[in-house]
């Protein structure tokens, strides 16, 4: 992935700073943008799985695309960059299977098996970037990052597991698991598109994953769309926040190997616990609450490592 400064106005941090800087300063930057990714995606999955249970999962996914899309126009016109044909695929790519990825989730959500789904998607959407920065790329972390690493594995496990039993918890495992695939894939192409390419890819990618959920909404539905007024706006606000986790997960990645990013960004479980606890007046099992100190633990452990 190319390392050259963007020389955009929305590039808060721009590589010539980073370069000029020692890496322990580097690091802890990455991970503050991992973690505001991870608020991000905990509060758009805590909207798009409540709506999910009331209206259709293809119609709910399909305006969650289109907010990215229309966030993104906006934010592209002030995060120029110099983005190359090679950026714009791996965005386009990235988009195609991030919208299939949301799909077949929402789809887990909607058959009614959160509890099994949510923990399922996330290590895998965790575990597929570390194996492949590790294997492919022959990152070699450091014994403080590797042990942050696991133990954010594990405490995305222990946090976002619910218990208990669902009628439908083994198609909602496959269905999560595939797209735990999906968005593991999604960080990889993410993590491959240049630091200076601005905000165009971004948009190709939201524009991509929209196609196909729309595509999907209307050769499985009647409609594209929520019917109802308040499925539309709730969806689209899941929508914002969707993308705002992938723009702050793209500035990670500048400061920060892929796997430490990824597994920092997804302790978004812990957040929904605590979410659900205090506005849906969910209750907290023990092993959530070792779940929440060990994504503490883990993402402290990554940015000291």
């Keep these: 992935m190319r390392k050259t400064s963007a020389g955009s106005t929305f590039n808060a941090i721009p590589s010539k700073t980073v370069a000029t800087q020692h890496n322990a300063y580097c690091v802890p930057v990455s991970v503050i943008y991992a973690v505001l990714s991870t ?6 999955d805590f909207f798009a799985s409540g709506v999910s249970k009331r209206e259709r999962a293809n119609e709910v996914s399909s305006t969650v695309l289109l907010a990215g899309v229309a966030v993104m126009a906006i934010t592209t016109v002030f995060w120029s960059g110099h983005p190359t044909s090679l950026d714009q695929v791996h965005g386009a790519f990235a988009g195609l299977v991030n919208g ?4 077949l989730l929402f789809l887990a959500y909607a058959r009614g098996s959160l509890r099994i789904a949510a923990p399922t998607a996330a290590v895998v959407m965790s575990s597929v970037p570390v194996l492949w920065d590790i294997l492919v790329s022959g990152s070699s972390p450091s014994t403080t990052t590797s042990t942050g ?8 496990a222990l946090s976002s597991y619910e218990g208990g039993h669902h009628v ?9 698991f595939v797209a735990g695939l999906f968005f593991g894939a999604t960080f990889i192409l993410l993590s491959r598109i240049g630091n200076d390419a601005g905000g165009s890819p971004l948009l190709i990618q939201r524009i991509a994953a929209f196609l196909i959920a729309a595509l999907v909404a209307r050769s499985t ?31 990670a990645l500048r400061g920060g190997s ?6 920092a960004a997804s302790q978004y479980a812990a957040v929904s616990v605590l979410l659900g606890v205090a506005i849906r007046g969910q209750r907290m099992r023990w092993w959530q609450g070792l779940g929440l100190g060990g994504s503490s633990l883990a993402v402290a452990l990554i940015a000291i490592g």
């Design 149 to 156: 690493i696991v133990l954010g594995v594990v405490a995305i």
């Design 258 to 263: 892929l796997a430490v990013v990824s597994v």
């Design 100 to 103: 299939l990825g949301i799909l």
């Design 168 to 176: 439908a918890g083994s198609s909602g495992l496959f269905l999560a």
């Design 221 to 251: 539905g009647p409609r594209m769309f929520p019917k109802t007024r308040e499925g539309f706006i709730t969806s689209f606000v899941a929508g914002i926040f969707g993308i705002a986790a992938v723009v702050f997960f793209v500035l």
């Design 39 to 44: 608020f991000s995606i905990s509060l758009s």
